[in-house]
C-alpha cells in the first residue's frame, strides 16, 4: 500500500515559481513510477511529469523547460518545481504511483495510487 499526500500549493503571480512535493509511504513506493498529474476545472486530469525508479524522467509538453520532477528516495519524497508560472497552470495537482508505466499519456485507470492534491492559482 502507498499513501501520498501532496503540498505546497498556493497562489501566485505569472512568472512566478512554486515547489510541489509529495510525502510518499510503503515500501513498493521505492520501485513505483511517481507522477505528477493535474486537472484544470472543466478539462481532464492530465499527466505533467514521471520518474522512473531509475531515475528516467518525461513531460509534458507544456511543462517541458519550466518544470522539474525530482525525488528523494531517501526521504520518500516527490517534487515537482514549477517555474516561469503561467494562468493556464491553474489546476489541482495531484501525485501518483503505479507500476508497469511511467509517462504522461498513461491512461489514468493504470495509475494505482492517487494523493487529495493541491491548488495551484497563477494570477496574470
Known amino acids: 500500500q502507498v499513501h501520498l499526500v501532496e503540498s505546497g500549493g498556493g497562489s501566485v503571480q505569472a512568472g512566478g515559481a512554486l515547489r510541489l512535493s509529495c510525502a510518499a509511504s510503503?515500501?513498493?513506493?521505492?520501485?513505483?513510477?511517481m507522477a505528477w498529474f493535474r486537472q484544470a476545472p472543466g478539462k481532464e486530469r492530465e499527466g505533467v511529469a514521471t520518474?522512473?525508479?531509475?531515475?528516467?524522467?518525461s513531460y509534458a509538453e507544456s511543462a517541458k523547460g519550466r518544470f522539474t520532477i525530482s525525488k528523494d528516495s531517501a526521504r520518500e519524497t516527490l517534487y515537482l518545481q514549477m517555474n516561469s508560472l503561467k494562468p493556464e497552470d491553474t489546476a489541482m495537482y495531484y501525485c501518483a504511483a503505479g507500476l508497469g508505466w511511467c509517462n504522461v499519456k498513461v491512461p489514468l485507470v493504470s495509475v494505482n495510487y492517487w494523493g487529495q492534491g493541491t491548488q495551484v492559482t497563477v494570477s496574470s
Open positions: 510503503g515500501y513498493a513506493s521505492r520501485s513505483y513510477c
Open positions: 520518474i522512473g525508479s531509475g531515475g528516467t524522467t
